[in-house]
């Protein structure tokens, strides 16, 4: 602790001005573009950028958890458009909800203290690769999980 009393106490919410920030709005267009996983991304790289390393870990772990159970509601669902429209807006509400509840006031500060913000171009960008990181990496688990399970028995 220092002895200068006119120095300002230090603040959870400090932010770096020298590293950018995804936006709320980032984070929606993102989770609209990919999915859940794609916002639950984009709030960890928020919390690397804000060095608050446990809770980017955290929120990563959480993320999963949420997106396992999508997927799960996903696919006892039947596959009509009204029912994926409905899920992609489960996603995108609750991206919203976690991102403003963990870090709506951090990225307020980062802004009022004149803080670069990433644009929603490259959040958008990152939820379409996320979205097809995705759709492949769960393509090829459940082809290997269809092999296991019909291999002939011996």
Known sequence: MSDDPFRPPDSELRTSARKPLYSINGVLIATFCGSLAAGIILIYLNYVSLGHNKLAKLTVRWGVVGYMLIIALSSV???LPIYIVLVTIVQVGL???AARSL???????????SG????LLRAAGLGVLTGIVMFF????LV???LTVTSAPSA
Do not use: F, K, V, W
């Open 103 to 113: 870090q709506g006031a951090a990225i307020d500060y980062h802004r009022e203290h």
């Open 143 to 145: 082809a290997a999980l």
């Open 77 to 79: 669902i039947p596959p």
């Open 137 to 140: 990496g769960l393509g090829l």
């Open 95 to 97: 991206a919203g909800i």
């Open 116 to 119: 670069m913000m990433h644009s």
